[in-house]
Nanobody, 115 residues
């Protein structure tokens, strides 16, 4: 059973930073791609950032230059460093892992950016 457990969400002020973590229950080399998605109220879930097993990365235009996705293979963990946060970054952030035809999701962590 694959489990993804997110942590690190919370409240941040505009211009502030947060780091999200996604710990996997299996070796993350098993996954072709891992990523972070977010869903704001009334909005569709959207890709924020993704990283392949070869460490190639991909970002949504709205977060380029502000967010950084990385992985620690020894800890089976993927991170999302979020800097220069904006109120429009407020959403539930979900960790995703893809392995062949399978898609795995974490339970989500709330990020709120407000003064």
């Amino acid at each position: 059973q694959v489990q993804l457990v997110e942590s690190g969400g919370g409240l941040a002020q505009p211009g502030g930073s947060l780091r999200l973590s996604c710990a996997a229950s299996i070796n993350i080399f098993s996954f072709n791609t891992m990523g972070w998605y977010r869903q704001a109220p009334g909005q569709q879930r959207e890709l924020v950032a993704a990283i392949t097993s070869g460490s190639d990365t991909n970002y949504a235009d709205s977060v380029k230059g502000r967010f950084t996705i990385s992985r620690d293979n020894a800890k089976n963990t993927v991170y999302l460093q979020m800097n220069s946060l904006k109120p429009e970054d407020t959403a539930v952030y979900y960790c995703n892992a893809q392995k062949g035809h399978w898609d795995y999701w974490g339970q989500g962590t709330q990020v709120t950016v407000s003064s």
